[in-house]
Nanobody, 121 residues
Framework: QVQVVESGGGLVQAGGSLRLSCAASGSTLTFRRLAMGWFRQAPGKEREFVAA????????NVANVVEGRFTIAEENGRNTVFLQMNDLKPEDTAVYYC????????????WGQGTQVTVSS
């Protein structure tokens, strides 16, 4: 069983920054790496991809809408990632979810409970 837990959401003014953290844990992960990513869902909208880090932890990609403002990287070793969000805009307001998968290029299998990010104008 794999558990995914996010932290770091909150309220920030437009132009400000927030850093989200995520850790995947479980007895089967002692010697195993997961690929991890961030998604978000705004009220009345579908969940959308934000950023991903591959299983090696060396390659990342972000959605066009946040490119240049958001960064994903490994935080404290394998199966932990952060999402650094700079120059936040009101349209970034959403519940942010961390997700993990056993390999690159497959569906994300493990999901966190989500953390609220609210950007005021």
């Amino acid at each position: 069983q794999v558990q995914v837990v996010e932290s770091g959401g909150g309220l920030v003014q437009a132009g400000g920054s927030l850093r989200l953290s995520c850790a995947a844990s479980g007895s089967t992960l002692t010697f195993r790496r997961l690929a991890m990513g961030w998604f978000r869902q705004a009220p009345g909208k579908e969940r959308e991809f934000v950023a991903a880090l591959d299983k090696s932890g060396r390659n990342s990609n972000v959605a066009n809408v946040v490119e240049g403002r958001f960064t994903i990287a490994e935080e404290n070793g394998r199966n932990t990632v952060f999402l650094q969000m700079n120059d936040l805009k009101p349209e970034d307001t959403a519940v942010y979810y961390c997700a993990a998968r056993d390999n690159d290029y497959i569906e994300y299998k493990y999901w966190g409970q989500g953390t609220q990010v609210t950007v005021s104008s």
